[in-house]
């Protein structure tokens, strides 16, 4: 199967920092990539979808001024949770959509620990 | 309000036994039922997904049934291993959703030996 890459798996952060995380689809172009959270023992939780060339689309609820997400290719986008707090701290998973719903893919994930 | 209602939370089988899940959703507009299975400290992983223009859909050891008119669809692990230890997630999408999922709360399988 196709295959989608996170950067990085684990970064642990002091309160108040940025962090990037990085979706990249390592042999298809994805025209769609979604990004989600996920809380220990809980479901994922859609935060945003990003579109190649143009604005996130936040779902309600989530701060797009604190998590800001950038689609700058057809192979890359990246989520940038700005001013981190310990509230912040949880599990962030990517997705990338090349055609089709049956073509999307999810990352391995990336774990935020906001000290 | 969570679109898509999965049952149980929790499931222990033995090995070689049958893991039933069960979900249930209200959009009509859904039309793509995925099953996804997620490890500790890993990103979910597809099983086997199904359309509402057939009732069921087998691959291996893993088989959908879907209701259309009960709006329900169920996961079947046959043979189960402790491999398939794991928590699994049924989730749902519509045309006009541009491939958003929506998830449900997910069950966690414990297979002993």
């Known amino acids: 199967g196709a295959v989608v890459s996170q950067h990085p798996s684990w970064v642990i952060c002091k309160s108040g920092t940025s962090v990037k995380i990085e979706c990249r689809s390592l042999d298809f172009q994805a025209t769609t990539m979604f990004w989600y959270r996920q809380f220990p023992k809980q479901s994922l939780m859609l935060m945003a979808t990003s579109n190649e060339g143009s604005k996130a689309t936040y779902e309600q609820g989530v701060e797009k001024d604190k998590f800001l997400i950038n689609h700058a290719s057809l192979t890359l986008s990246t989520l940038t949770v700005t001013s981190a707090h310990p509230e912040d701290s949880s599990f962030y998973i990517c997705?990338?959509?090349?055609?089709?719903?049956?073509?999307?893919?999810f990352g391995p994930g990336t774990r935020l620990l906001v000290l | 309000q969570q679109q898509v209602k999965q049952s149980p939370q929790s499931l222990i089988v033995q090995k070689g036994g049958i893991s039933i899940i069960n979900c249930a959703y209200e959009n009509t507009a859904f039309d793509y039922f995925p099953w996804y299975q997620q490890f500790p400290g890993k990103g979910p992983a597809l099983l086997i997904a199904i359309r509402p223009d057939v009732s069921e859909k087998k691959e291996g050891r893993f088989t959908i049934s879907f209701n259309k008119s009960a709006k329900q669809f169920s996961l079947h692990i046959m043979d189960s291993q402790p491999g398939d230890s794991a928590t699994y997630f049924c989730?749902?999408?519509?045309?006009?959703?541009?491939?958003?999922?929506?998830f449900g709360a997910g069950t966690q399988v414990v297979v002993t030996p």
């Open positions: 989730a749902a999408s519509g045309t006009d959703s541009w491939g958003k999922l929506q």
């Open positions: 997705s990338a959509m090349g055609g089709g719903i049956e073509t999307q893919y």
